[in-house]
C-alpha cells in the first residue's frame, strides 16, 4: 500500500478513540437504554401533555387559546365572507350527500350543522370545513341499507296492497346511522385520549388515493338509479357492485325520460359553470354558488311546470322544519356495526387529518393529530345524539373556505349560522327537488377523486411497489365493498413493508483507495476488496423474515473465491492426519483456511457447498464424500490452482449498520455464523453496531467468551486496520502471500 | 481546528474519489437496477432450478442421487438398529396421535406407513422420522369432530333407542381427515412447486415455541377424558378449551376408577423408565422401548384380567389386518376445510423444516426448503389416499432414528417395514388396549413442549419484543383454538417487525476530532457537533409508517439551538422592513438564519415552535402572531442573548444510510424538507444514499433544479468537508463567528 504510514499513524488514532468510546459503551449504559420503549413514549406523551391544569384545558380546548386573542377587524371579514360561501354550498351538499347515506336530506343539513359547532370549540386546524363528505357518506350507506333494507318495511295496507313504509324506515335509519356515528365517535375519542393518532400512518397516501378513487366509485353506482328513475335490487357481500351495475343495466328500458332529462340539463349546467370557476378563479371575488342555483332553479322549475305531479319526478318529499330534541343512540345496534364504525373513523380520521396538515402546513400552523382525533370524534359523538350522521372534512368546501379568505373556525360558525337559518325557516321550501338534480350534483363533486386515475401512469414510472399498493386498494374496495376492502388493503400495504425487508441486496463492500469509504464492489469500480478480508453488508435490517437468506447469501458471497473442497479426500487419504491438520489449522487460528470439507456439485444440481462447520464431526460426516464425483473435485482443484486468488479469507466483517434492533432470530443467526465460520478458523468482525442493538445483543446473551465484545467495531475501517496490524504480526506463518 | 491542512488534502482526494464515484452511478446504471424485483427473482429461481434434465430429475427426486452412491456395509448396521427403535416407536404413538386425532387407531398406523415411504424417494433430510405428531393430530381432530360430531350419528336402535352409529362416524372422520390430508398436501406442493418456501420464515422462532406449547395444553385437555373415562360435551369456536375444562371438572364426580387405575399406573411406568432412558442415555445401546412395553402389558393385563369385560374400560376396539385399496378423497368437503388445511399445511412444514435445517447443520449437509415442501407436500397428497392422516416429522421420533446410528433415511424404511408387519399380522391383537393407556403415550411426550414454558423467563431477560409475541401466540391460541390463534399470531408477529420502524431512534451526529467517525452525540461523549451543521440520522429505514415522525423529529431535533423567534414582532415592527429583510436573507442564501417565524409556547404548552416555512407567506400569517403572549418571546430573546450557541445552523445533512427503500410518502417529505429548510435559507444535504435508493428517487423525480443531484454525497464527512469549503469562500459575509 502506497500509503501504509499514515494509515498507521491513523490507525493509532482510531485506536484510541474506539477504546475510549467503548469504555463509553460502557460507562453510558444507562443513557443508551434510554431508547424509547412503547411504555415510556407513552409515559413521555402523557408527562408532557399534563403540565399544568391551564395549559391541560387549552390543549383539549383550542377555542379558549385563540378566540379571546380574536383580531376582530382583521379577520372578521374574511370570516364572513367565506362562512357564507361555504354555508351555500353545504346546503346542497348536505341534502345530496344524506340521499347517499340512504336518509332524509335534512339529516345532512343536520350533519352540516352541529359537527361544525363542535369542531369550532375542539379542533386545531383553521380551515377545514367539517361535514358531510361523499365516501363518508357511501359507508354509512351501506350500514343503513344493510340494516333497514326496503324489503323489511313492505306492510299491508289497509286495502290489502303491499306498500312501503316508508316512515317507519327512515326513522329505523336514522336510528342505525346515528349510532354508527355515536359509535365511530367514541372509537376515535378513545384513540385520540390514548394517543394513537399515529394508526393513520398505516393509511399511506397511495392507499388513501386508490380508496377514495374506489369509493367514488361506489358513489357513482349507487347514484346511477336517481339519474335514470329506475328501482335496481339492492345487493350486499362482495361483488355488489358489479351485481348492481348489471342490474341497472338490465332496467336501462325502464329509464324514466323526465328524470333523465332533469339529470342531463342539471348536470350540463353543473359542469359548465364549475369549468367557469375553476378557469376564472383568480378574477371572480367569490366562486358562483352554481350548487344552489341549481338546486332553487330546479326546485322552482318542479313546482310551477308541475313536473312532480305530471311527470311523477321523484322529489326530496318532506322536509321538516325546526330542531330536533337530542336522543340517546340505539345501543343494541352497536354489536352490529361495530366493524364499520372502526372503518368510518379509521376513514373519516384519515381525511380530515390529511387535509388539515396540509393547510396546517401552507398557512404555518401546527395540526396536533391527537387533538384533531379528539376533536373529528366529539363531531361524531355529540353530532350523533342529534340526528346527524358520521362527518369528516370534505377537500370541496375546505378550499372555498380558505381561498374565499377564510382564516379561522369562526367562518365555520358562520356557515352554521346560515345552515341553521335555512334548517328552521326555508327548508321546506325544497320540497320538490328532484332526487336526480342532488344525484348530479354529488356527481360532480366527484370530479376530484375521479382525478386520480392519473395516479396509475405517474405511479408505474415512478414507484412500482405504491402502484401495487393503489392497485389492490382500488380493486379490494371495488369487489370487496367499503369496509372488506379497507381492511385488505391495510393489511397488503403493510405486507409490502415486510416483502420489502425480505428483499435485500446483499453485497461485498471494497475499500475505495486513499480513504476510508467502503462501498459495494460492484456498483463502485474504484472499490477494491481488501486480500483476505470479506466485508458483507445486507441493505435492509435483519430480522426473523430475512435472518436465514442472510445467512445463505452470506456462505454464498463468500465461497466463490473462497475454494472449500475437499482437500481430505484428495491430498490426505489417511483419515487421522487429516484430522490431525484440522485441528493443527483450529490452533492456529489466524492461518488461512484453504480447504474444509467437501463440494458436492452435482448433487443438487446448483453448485451448493455442503457446509460441515464441525470440524470435530468431519470423521463422521466424510462417509458421505465418497458420494460425490471425483471428477468434478478434480476440476476444482484445477480450477482452484489457476484462479488469481489463491490467497483465502481469513477474515469476515459484517457491516450491520443498517440494523436497527435484532430479534431472538437473527442474535442465534449471528451466534451461527460466529460459531460455525470460527470451526473453520475464519474470524468474524461486527462493524457498525447501533448503540441499541449492541444492547440488545447484550441482554439475549450473543457476547461469551467464543464472541468477545471486542470484536465489534464502530466502523468498518476500523475492523479492517486492527485485522491488518494482527496479520502483519502473524505474516510470517502465513504460506502465501495476502498483501497485494 | 488543529489539523485543517491534512483535512484539506484529504478532502480534495476524497471529491476526486466522489466525482470518479459519481460518474460512476451514471455509467453504471444498468448494473444497479439489477436490484431483482420478485420476477426476477422468481425467474432466476426458476433458471437455476432449470438447468439439465438429470439435473431436474435428481433435484425433484433425491433418492436417485444418493441411494445408488449407498455405503452398504458403512451404514446399513445404523440404519436397521435405528429404523427398528423407530419402527417399535411408530406403533404405540400412531394409534396415540390417531386417538387425538379422532381416527380409528389403526389409522395412525398407516400414516405411519406410507408417508414415511414417500419422504424416502423425495425428502433431502437423512435424519428426521416422518409421522404422526401431538399437534397435527390434535388440528386434524379438531376439525373431524367440528364436521363429524358424535350429535350427528345418533340412529334409533332397533329396539326403539337411541344408540350412536360408531361405524358411520368413523368412517365419515376417516374421509374427513383424508380429504384435509390431501388438500394441505396440495397446499404443500404448490408453494414449494413456486418456490415459497420463505412463508415459513413468518413462523418465527418465538412463534413456534408458544404455538406448539399452546397445542400441548390443547393435545392435554382432549385427552383428560380418556384418562378419567368421562365424556364431556364437544364445544367448538373460542374458548372451547376453557369449556372443556369446566365441564371435565363437573364431570369429576363421574370419574371411572378402573380407568384412573389404569392411568395412573401406566403414566408412573412411563415417567420413571423415560427418566432412566434420559440419565442413562449414554450408557444403553438403545433406549428402552418403553411405550412398547407397556402397550403389550396392557394389552395382555386387559385380556387376562378380563378389564374389558368386567370393568368396561373403553379399549381400541377392532384393528382391521390387512392393507386397505386407495380411495380418492371427497372433493366437495374441500370447501369447507379449505382454512384448516392450510393453517396443517404451514404449520406441518414448520415443523418439520425446522428439525430438518437443524439435523442438516449438525450433520454438515443441506436440506432444500423447497424440496422438503414438496416431499411433505407429496407424503400428505399420497398419503391422504390411502387413509393416512396429515403427517410431520416427530422431534422424538427423529432424536431416537438420529441417536441410534441411523445415516439415511433407509432408517425409515426399516421403520415402515416394522409398521407394516404389524398392520398385516400383530395389530389385531391390540384391540383390547386400554384407550386411557395410549392417553398416557400421548400425556409423556408432551413433556418436551412443556418445557417450552421455560422461553417465558428466558425471554423475559433476552427480548421482551419476543417475549410478547411468545405470550400473544400462547394466549391466542388457547384462546382462539389452533387456527385462528395462529392467524392472530402471525399477524401480530408481522405487525411488530411495523412498529420497530415506528420506533426508531433519531440522533443528531457528531464528529469524533482527529476522524471521519459521526457518532451519536448523546452516545459518544468523544462526538463533536460541528457548529452550523447539523447531522440527522433515524436509526431505522424511513418509509410510510414513520416519515411523518422523521419529519417531527427533524424539526424537534434541530430547532432548539437554532432558535426561532418572532423577530418580526419585536426588532422590526415595521413589517415592510421585515419583508425587506426576510426576502434580502433568502437572496444570500449562504448567510446565517436566525430569524425566521414565531414561537407559541404558550398555546400547546410543549414550546412547539411554528414553522412558517414561506416567507412570502409571513405577512398573512404574522396576524396570528399577536395571539401570542409577548412575555414568553422577550424570554425567548433573553435566553438566545445568553445561550452560547450564538451561531445558527446554516446546513442540515440527512444520514440516509440506514434507508434500504423508498416509498412515495418518503420521497414527498424528503421533498418537503428540502423545500421548507430551503425557504428559509438552510441547505440540506443527503449523505450515504444506497445505490438502489438513488435509483428509486430518480424514478420518483426527486432531483430537480431545486434538488440538484450534487446534494448527495457518498458518506457524512464528504458532505462536511464539501459544507466547509463552501463556507470558507463566504465567510466575510458572516455576521457572527461560526468557527470555534
Redesign the interface.
Given at each position: 500500500m502506497e500509503d501504509a504510514d499514515s494509515s498507521h499513524q491513523?490507525y493509532i488514532?482510531?485506536r484510541e478513540?474506539l477504546d475510549?468510546?467503548r469504555l463509553?459503551?460502557v460507562a453510558?449504559k444507562g443513557?443508551?437504554t434510554h431508547?424509547?420503549?412503547?411504555g415510556e413514549?407513552m409515559k413521555e406523551m402523557l408527562r408532557?401533555?399534563v403540565?399544568?391544569l391551564k395549559?391541560?384545558v387549552?390543549?383539549w380546548i383550542?377555542v379558549l387559546?385563540?378566540l379571546p386573542?380574536y383580531?376582530f377587524r382583521?379577520?372578521i371579514i374574511g370570516d364572513l365572507i367565506s362562512g357564507c360561501s361555504v354555508g351555500i354550498m353545504h346546503l346542497p351538499q348536505g341534502m345530496a350527500y344524506a340521499l347517499l347515506a340512504s336518509l332524509r336530506p335534512v339529516l345532512g343539513l343536520y350533519s352540516s350543522l352541529y359537527p361544525v359547532l363542535v369542531y369550532f370549540i375542539f379542533g386545531t386546524s383553521r380551515h377545514i370545513s367539517v361535514g358531510t363528505f361523499a365516501v363518508i357518506s357511501i359507508m354509512v350507506g351501506s350500514v343503513t341499507e344493510k340494516l333497514a333494507p326496503d324489503s323489511s318495511f313492505y306492510v299491508n295496507g289497509t286495502n290489502g296492497t303491499e306498500g312501503l313504509d316508508i316512515t317507519a324506515r327512515d326513522s329505523y335509519r336514522t336510528q342505525v346511522a346515528c349510532s354508527l356515528t355515536v359509535l365511530a365517535g367514541i372509537f376515535q375519542i378513545l384513540l385520540g385520549v390514548v394517543r394513537f393518532g399515529?394508526v393513520v400512518?398505516?393509511l399511506?397516501?397511495?392507499l388513501v388515493r386508490g380508496y377514495t378513487t374506489a369509493s367514488a366509485c361506489h358513489v357513482c353506482v349507487s347514484q346511477l338509479k336517481y339519474l335514470f328513475g329506475v328501482t335496481p335490487d339492492r345487493f350486499t357481500g362482495p361483488l355488489s357492485l358489479i351485481y348492481t351495475i348489471v342490474d341497472i343495466c338490465k332496467l336501462l328500458p325502464q329509464t324514466r325520460v323526465p328524470e333523465l332529462v332533469v339529470s342531463l340539463v342539471s348536470l350540463t349546467i353543473l359542469i359548465i359553470v364549475k369549468e367557469i370557476n375553476g378557469c376564472y378563479r383568480r378574477k371572480l371575488p367569490l366562486p358562483i354558488p352554481i350548487e344552489l342555483i341549481v338546486v332553487v332553479g330546479a326546485t322552482i322549475i318542479t313546482y310551477f311546470c308541475g313536473l312532480r305531479s305530471e311527470y311523477l319526478v321523484d322529489v326530496v318529499g318532506e322536509i321538516p322544519s325546526g330542531l330536533k330534541v337530542p336522543r340517546a343512540p340505539d345501543t343494541t345496534l352497536f354489536s352490529k356495526i361495530i366493524g364499520d364504525a372502526f372503518a368510518v373513523a379509521i376513514v373519516g380520521y384519515a381525511i380530515s387529518i390529511s387535509l388539515g396538515k396540509t393547510f396546517g402546513?401552507?398557512?404555518?400552523?401546527?395540526v396536533?393529530s391527537n387533538q384533531e382525533l379528539v376533536a373529528i370524534g366529539l363531531c361524531n359523538a355529540i353530532g350523533g345524539f342529534f340526528r346527524c350522521y358520521a362527518v369528516t372534512s370534505s377537500l370541496s368546501r375546505s378550499l372555498v373556505q380558505e381561498s374565499t379568505g377564510g382564516?379561522t373556525q369562526v367562518a365555520g360558525v358562520v356557515s352554521s349560522v346560515i345552515v341553521l337559518i335555512t334548517v328552521l325557516k326555508i327548508g321546506s321550501l325544497f320540497e320538490d327537488l328532484p332526487k336526480a338534480v342532488l344525484s348530479t350534483i354529488v356527481f360532480v363533486n366527484l370530479k376530484g377523486m375521479f382525478k386520480q386515475f392519473m395516479d396509475v401512469p405517474l405511479?408505474w414510472?415512478?414507484?412500482?411497489?405504491?402502484l401495487l399498493v393503489w392497485l389492490v386498494t382500488f380493486v379490494s374496495t371495488i369487489l370487496l365493498n367499503l369496509d372488506m376492502g379497507l381492511a385488505v388493503s391495510i393489511g397488503f400495504?403493510?405486507?409490502t413493508?415486510?416483502?420489502?425487508?425480505?428483499?435485500?441486496?446483499y453485497s461485498i463492500l471494497g475499500n475505495?483507495p486513499?480513504?476510508?469509504?467502503y462501498?459495494?464492489i460492484?456498483?463502485?469500480?474504484?472499490a477494491k476488496e481488501i486480500p483476505g478480508i470479506k466485508i458483507f453488508r445486507s441493505?435492509?435490517?435483519i430480522?426473523?423474515?430475512?435472518?436465514?437468506?442472510y445467512l445463505e447469501s452470506l456462505q454464498e458471497k463468500v465461497s466463490p473465491s473462497w475454494f472449500i473442497f475437499s482437500f481430505s479426500d484428495l491430498i490426505c487419504a489417511d483419515k487421522e492426519k487429516c484430522m490431525f491438520k484440522l485441528n493443527n489449522r483450529k490452533n492456529s487460528q489466524n492461518g488461512m483456511v484453504l480447504s474444509v470439507?467437501s463440494t458436492v456439485p452435482?448433487?443438487?444440481?446448483?453448485g451448493?457447498v455442503?457446509?460441515?462447520?464441525?470440524a470435530d464431526?468431519?470423521t463422521?460426516?466424510s462417509?458421505?464424500d465418497?458420494?460425490e464425483d471425483i471428477t468434478a473435485v478434480s476440476q476444482s482443484v484445477e480450477e482452484w490452482k489457476n484462479s488469481n486468488c489463491r490467497s483465502g479469507t481469513h477474515s469476515i466483517i459484517l457491516d450491520v449498520?443498517?440494523t436497527?434492533?435484532v430479534?431472538?432470530?437473527t442474535?442465534?443467526t449471528l451466534k451461527?455464523i460466529f460459531r460455525?465460520f470460527g470451526d473453520v478458523g475464519v474470524a468474524i468482525y461486527l462493524a457498525g453496531c447501533?448503540?441499541?442493538v449492541v444492547e440488545?445483543m447484550e441482554?439475549?446473551?450473543f457476547f461469551s467468551e467464543s464472541i468477545p465484545k471486542n470484536l465489534l467495531f464502530?466502523?468498518v475501517h476500523d475492523a479492517v486496520l486492527h485485522i491488518l496490524e494482527k496479520q502483519e504480526k502473524v505474516e510470517i506463518d502465513l504460506p502465501y502471500d495476502t498483501q497485494m
Open positions: 491513523e488514532i482510531r478513540v475510549e468510546s463509553d459503551v453510558q443513557k443508551w431508547k424509547p420503549t412503547v413514549r408532557c401533555s403540565p399544568r395549559d391541560i387549552l390543549t383550542p387559546a385563540w386573542k383580531p382583521e379577520n399515529f400512518t398505516y399511506s397516501e397511495p402546513l401552507k398557512h404555518g400552523y401546527k396536533d382564516k405511479l414510472r415512478t414507484n412500482k411497489v405504491d400495504s403493510i405486507l413493508v415486510i416483502f420489502k425487508t425480505q428483499l435485500p441486496r475505495v486513499g480513504t476510508d469509504l462501498l459495494d460492484e456498483a463502485y469500480k474504484e441493505s435492509a435490517t430480522n426473523f423474515t430475512n435472518s436465514e437468506m470439507t452435482n448433487l443438487s444440481g446448483k451448493h455442503n457446509w460441515a462447520y464441525h464431526r468431519i463422521s460426516d462417509d458421505s465418497t458420494y449498520s443498517m436497527s434492533s430479534d431472538t432470530v442474535v442465534n451461527n460455525d447501533q448503540g441499541c440488545q441482554r439475549a446473551n464502530v466502523s
